[in-house]
T-cell receptor
Framework: RKEVEQDPGPFNVPEGATVAFNCTYS??????FFWYRQDCRKEPKLLMS???SGNEDGRFTAQLNRASQYISLLIRDSKLSDSATYLC???????????FGSGTKLNVKP | ETGVTQSPTHLIKTRGQQVTLRCSSQ?????VSWYQQALGQGPQFIFQ???????GRGNFPPRFSGLQFPNYSSELNVNALELDDSALYLC????????????FGPGTRLTVT
């Protein structure tokens, strides 16, 4: 079983739609969680950290469910520019190893 | 821009050769992590360097090695290149402690023929 698993998609949504991605992790001792965005053939860029209480940044909301070992990312009012691959990242409890999911591809269409 | 730089941008090597990739961390960051990203996959953690020592390693063989220098820049060395080593190699810098947020450089695309 992979340490971090994501639905690869693609998710094809119209502009203005709300879309949600989930990510599950295997190690219950995991400490830190992040969402990154990666455009085609570019480096990953930090989108947001995920806190236990949940956090919001504009149209983006991240949630953490430790009991079920998953994190989620909600994007409201999707823009064409949101089209990218979204990577879930988990730090496996010892702060020295970071595990990425394979990414979920989002296509926002006019 | 993150301030993390990598060189070279692209590289073509032959199977069996050795390669060195370089990374300069963002100002104020003392920790560098290296990742391998194959096409269509998420980045795979290779190792992390902190205070010039390896500080965590993923499931990569010993022919993947690294260095960190006093200015926190880092090198990734790969010996005895294999075709499967063809990938995008990313470095990420961060600070020790705190949030552990990592910031990536643009990567080096390595092709092994």
């Amino acid at each position: 079983r992979k340490e971090v698993e994501q639905d690869p998609g693609p998710f094809n949504v119209p502009e203005g739609a709300t879309v949600a991605f989930n990510c599950t992790y295997s190690n219950s001792a995991s400490q830190s969680f992040f969402w990154y965005r990666q455009d085609c053939r570019k480096e990953p860029k930090l989108l947001m950290s995920v806190y236990s209480s949940g956090n919001e940044d504009g149209r983006f909301t991240a949630q953490l469910n430790r009991a079920s070992q998953y994190i989620s990312l909600l994007i409201r009012d999707s823009k064409l520019s949101d089209s990218a691959t979204y990577l879930c990242v988990v730090n496996m409890g010892n702060f020295n190893k970071f595990y990425f999911g394979s990414g979920t591809k989002l296509n926002v269409k006019p | 821009e993150t301030g993390v730089t990598q060189s070279p941008t692209h590289l073509i090597k032959t199977r069996g050769q050795q390669v060195t990739l370089r990374c300069s961390s963002q100002s104020g960051h003392n920790t560098v992590s290296w990742y391998q990203q194959a096409l269509g996959q998420g980045p795979q953690f290779i190792f992390q360097y902190y205070r010039e020592e390896e500080n965590g390693r993923g499931n990569f063989p010993p022919r993947f090695s690294g260095l960190q220098f006093p200015n926190y820049s880092s090198e990734l060395n790969v010996n005895a290149l294999e075709l499967d080593d063809s990938a995008l190699y990313l470095c990420a810098s961060s600070t020790s402690g705190g949030s552990y947020e990592q910031y990536f450089g643009p990567g080096t695309r390595l092709t092994v023929t």
